[in-house]
């Protein structure tokens, strides 16, 4: 969702611009807010510590997204750890300087508030969705929000690559079996993965296995 803070940041006087590269930290989780990003370019897992040394994907991020905004409004560590999937373009404006431009007009102000509440209705929706769902169903539903998200190129394959351990985590599946499922859905024809790179081969079936706890309720 596009609120038109994203805009404001991109016009900023001191913005800075950085270029993550793969499994690149844009920020960790505890670390004190330094300030907020904006994706320009690329692709961005949000990540919640569960156990030390084991992380939970909570987000999928990419261009126009804000990244940190929580964290420096309320002047809070960092609540997750944000990591590039791809190489990513990111602006980024300081936490002092980023409240010095809220702080100017109340129209900033609505701006961030919707932005947050966007954020927060995104994140109740996905797990509303893993909790609802089987798993077959989950990677279904997640395969049709990489598809909206991120586009696929004109060999049918997503725009962003992502591993089983990925998958597994963002689904709330666990990596032997999502292997399974991936696995399954290739069988099926709906789907072929190599190396990460996903080729959307049915994507009405994809959409009808998503829906089939909805139908099923409905019958």
Known sequence: MNTGLEEIIKNHKDLLHFVFHKD???FSENDPPAGIYCIEAGSVKILKEESPGEHR?????????ILGLHSVVNNHAYTNSAVAITETRASFI?????MTLVNSSNTYKLLVMKSLCSRIDSMEDHIVRISEKMSDERFADTLLMLVDKYGINKSKELNVRLT???LA???????????KIVTEFSHRGLITFTGGSIKILNLPN???TADMSTDSTAN
């Open 24 to 26: 690149d930290a844009m």
């Open 57 to 65: 994907i909570m987000h999928l991020a990419t261009e126009g997204e």
């Open 94 to 98: 300081s936490t002092g300087d980023f």
């Open 164 to 166: 089983i351990d990925e």
């Open 169 to 179: 985590s963002y689904t709330c599946t666990s990596k032997s079996y999502m292997k």
């Open 206 to 208: 994809i959409r009808s």
